[in-house]
């Protein structure tokens, strides 16, 4: 399955997610990180981000980056929201965050951070036929998003953050009655368009996300902060906001460090998040909200997933296929068969990832081996994938390593009849982890020629499926597959060897 990672460089923290997304399963998330940077405070006080702030975040992005990269993602997204918007020197941090991640930092703007907060709710705690009501209270900036049926129906970002808004208004500590006055009054002079507009609407649910929500509802329910992620999904009613505002505004912060379930850093800023959310449920007369612990991250993954980002890198880039066709043609391959093979191919790479656990990558191999495995008919019928694996051996392939170019070749020698052995000296000849990356992809070729069996292209579409200790292959069709079928099965049984669970083949309508 496809993995990602995220990156969202906040005004108050930043934030890391590497995760594996299987559409038949939930996202199984790989890598965590949090750290908070408060480039805000800088940037709100002085218009940038100061030299001390940039390199601290630098180490961070590093520190990041060097934990996904060694988890074999398929895309990377790295934004950065509202301090990074408003910096005068956003051009220089851009560039530093980009050579300490090896890819590059995009400013979003505040519709993209609500829209991406919105597919990350909606991918984490699903409404598909629900009206919510979603409130983000970040660092610099405060979003308030509609959505509608699954899909976003409004949005609107302010800069209402509570990096942002304890910089400005709040000077003393405790806050001084004019302050919190101040404060009220530039909430509503900032919201009351947006919320004039939604009030009339009714909200089935109304759902907070960021560090600030999480440390409201831990606080309402009394769970202290190490335990957290139990906040997820849990409730926070108005008279309970208001009382907990009323409470932190009083304390200085000390005393609100030792409120349970805020934070140390989190009781520096935790005044104005409060007062945002307070003010909106009061403003639409709503009666309480829920936590949600997806952001912009989960949206991302979600995003990048959706969009098949970096599906192709386990497929034959352009040059590498037409030298790979070329070949094929130069021996006469049926190329209509042999690329239906190919693709049914990659098809069984990507749904078995969770078995072999290969790289994307060698997904290549099965494909340039799937266009090439039979080249040697060209020779003779007998015995043909010995005459294609010498001729792959010795073809000339741009865009492949003489390692490549090997294993391709023993891809071939292997797509049918018997399995590698201490005795076929190829094989043998290759690298120790290179012969692992071929025993696993053998049994994906052999099955993959095994659904076009007839050459008649009957097979439209596959799926798989991994439980109680087997793999389901449905073959989906409108035509007869009975050979496709039975040559799956004896195929199977390769499959069983290399991976020790037996391959059930069926057939449903498509």
């Known amino acids: 399955m496809p993995r990602y990672a995220a990156i969202d460089i906040g005004s108050n923290s930043t934030r890391m997610m590497a995760a594996e997304v299987d559409p038949k399963a939930p996202r199984k998330t790989l890598a965590e990180d949090r750290q908070v940077t408060r480039l805000g405070e800088s940037v709100f006080r002085d218009g940038q981000i100061s030299a001390q702030a940039m390199e601290f975040v630098m180490g ?15 895309g990377v997204r790295a934004v950065a929201t509202s301090a990074v918007r408003d910096a005068s020197n956003q051009a220089e941090f851009l560039e530093r965050a980009a050579g300490a991640i090896g890819s590059p930092v995009e400013i979003i703007s505040g519709q993209e951070e609500a829209r991406l907060i919105h597919v990350g709710v909606q991918d984490h705690w699903p ?43 709040l000077k003393d500590d405790p806050p001084t009655a004019l302050q919190l006055h101040q404060l009220d009054e530039f909430l509503e002079q900032k919201l009351h368009s947006v919320l004039d507009r939604i009030k009339r609407k009714r909200f089935d649910r109304v759902i907070a996300t960021s560090a600030s929500a999480s440390a409201v509802v831990c606080a309402a329910n009394r769970i202290p902060r190490p335990r957290r992620e139990e906040a997820d999904r849990h409730r926070a009613t108005t008279p309970q906001l208001r009382k907990l505002y009323k409470q932190l505004s009083q304390l200085d912060v000390a005393a609100r460090r030792r409120v349970t379930g805020i934070g140390p850093r989190r009781a520096e800023i935790i005044v104005p998040g409060v007062a945002v959310f307070l003010h909106v449920l009061e403003a639409l007369k709503l009666p309480s909200l829920y936590y949600s612990r997806a952001g912009v991250r989960d949206g991302i993954i979600a ?18 296929r037409r030298a790979v066709e070329e070949l094929a043609r130069r021996f006469s391959v049926d190329l209509k068969h042999a690329r239906l093979v190919a693709a049914l191919g990659h098809r069984l790479f990507v749904e078995m990832q969770p078995l072999h656990r290969l790289p994307s990558e060698q997904g290549k191999l099965l494909e340039a081996a799937a266009l090439l495995r039979d080249t040697g008919h060209i020779i003779s019928d007998t015995a043909h994938h010995k005459h294609s694996q010498y001729i792959v051996a010795n073809a000339d392939l741009p865009g492949f390593n003489p390692t490549e170019r090997a294993m391709v070749a023993e891809l071939c020698r292997y797509h049918r009849k018997s399995m590698p052995g201490p005795k076929h000296g190829s094989y043998q000849a290759l690298p120790p982890e290179s012969r692992r990356i071929v025993n696993l992809l053998i049994p994906l070729l052999r099955i993959a020629d095994a659904l076009d069996r007839s050459r008649e292209q009957r097979v439209e579409e596959i799926d798989c499926h991994l439980s109680n200790g087997e793999v389901a292959l449905t073959i989906l069709s409108r035509k007869d597959t009975g050979l496709e079928q039975w040559a799956a099965e004896r195929a199977g049984e390769s499959f069983r060897m290399v991976y020790g669970k037996p391959l059930v083949v069926a057939r449903a309508d498509s």
Do not use: C, M, W
């Open 60 to 74: 961070v992005l590093k520190r990041f980056a060097d934990t996904y990269k060694k988890l074999d993602v398929a």
């Open 303 to 320: 995003d990048l997933a959706a969009r098949g980002v970096g599906h192709d890198i386990g497929r034959l880039d352009r040059d590498q």
């Open 127 to 169: 409404h598909p036929d629900q009206r919510l009501l979603i409130i983000d209270v970040g660092g610099g900036s405060a979003e308030v998003i509609v959505g509608e049926d699954g899909k976003l129906a409004d949005a609107v970002s302010r800069p209402l953050g509570a990096v942002r808004l304890t910089e400005v208004f």
